[in-house]
T-cell receptor, first 116, second 110 residues
Framework: NAGVTQTPKFRVLKTGQSMTLLCAQDMNHEYMYWYRQDPGMGLRLIHYSVGEGTTAKGEVPDGYNVSRLKKQNFLLGLESAAPSQTSVYFCATRGDRGWVGNTEAFFGQGTRLTVV | KNEVEQSPQNLTAQEGEFITINCSYS?????LHWLQQHPGGGIVSLFM???GKKKHGRLIATINIQEKHSSLHITASHPRDSAVYIC????????????FGKGTHLIIQP
């Protein structure tokens, strides 16, 4: 049981390049999230999805796009990378059914992205 | 928006000591999560609780809903407990994700 798998684990981009981060889960969870983690700050929500075909903006969505074409996959795209997007990105999932408010969260191993 | 505050930010202790990490939040919640992150590693869920107390091995988590406060305790601390411990809360339906504290960086020296 792999849980939540993120690819890639590390990436260096030049300013203006684009890339896609993939989050894959095998727990049949409805809810999926992309967070970024920066030094001295708590994790911040970029975008999230409450089910296949749905996406919504979080706290810091600018410069990112997402898609959830299949229930098990949640993609995070950077169309034109900027140095301010240098961060560690985490995918998380929750809730296989019912009310998600009191269900455990499962995290991927993170993607360390550097934009130069 | 819920504000989540953790204390202390950094903690260094000797092996065997009893450790307490505190978390307070500003708005009522549906659940509080304690998470662990080792250096360069992923994030692992330790506890999720909405009332009372939970225990897993040497780790104990408590929550006081009225005071909007939670504590994570580690008994008989060990160097392998060295990690960042993160408090996070979910409010309402929770679909819009968790709100995180900045974390407590714990170092246990042999």
């Amino acid at each position: 049981n792999a849980g939540v798998t993120q690819t890639p684990k590390f990436r260096v981009l030049k300013t203006g390049q684009s890339m896609t981060l993939l989050c894959a889960q095998d727990m049949n969870h409805e809810y999926m999230y992309w967070y970024r983690q920066d030094p001295g700050m708590g994790l911040r929500l970029i975008h999230y999805s409450v089910g296949e075909g749905t996406t919504a903006k979080g706290e810091v969505p600018d410069g990112y796009n997402v898609s959830r074409l299949k229930k098990q996959n949640f993609l995070l795209g950077l169309e034109s990378a900027a140095p301010s997007q240098t961060s560690v990105y985490f995918c998380a999932t929750r809730g296989d059914r019912g009310w998600v408010g009191n269900t455990e969260a499962f995290f991927g191993q993170g993607t360390r992205l550097t934009v130069v | 928006k819920n504000e989540v505050e953790q204390s202390p930010q950094n903690l260094t202790a000797q092996e065997g000591e009893f450790i307490t990490i505190n978390c307070s939040y500003s708005v009522g919640i549906s659940a509080l999560h304690w998470l662990q992150q080792h250096p360069g590693g992923g994030i692992v869920s330790l506890f999720m609780l909405s009332s009372g107390k939970k225990k897993h091995g040497r780790l104990i988590a408590t929550i006081n809903i009225q005071e909007k406060h939670s504590s994570l305790h580690i008994t008989a601390s060990h160097p392998r407990d060295s990690a960042v411990y993160i408090c996070a809360v979910s409010s309402g339906g929770g679909a819009d994700g968790l709100t995180f504290g900045k974390g407590t960086h714990l170092i246990i020296q042999p």
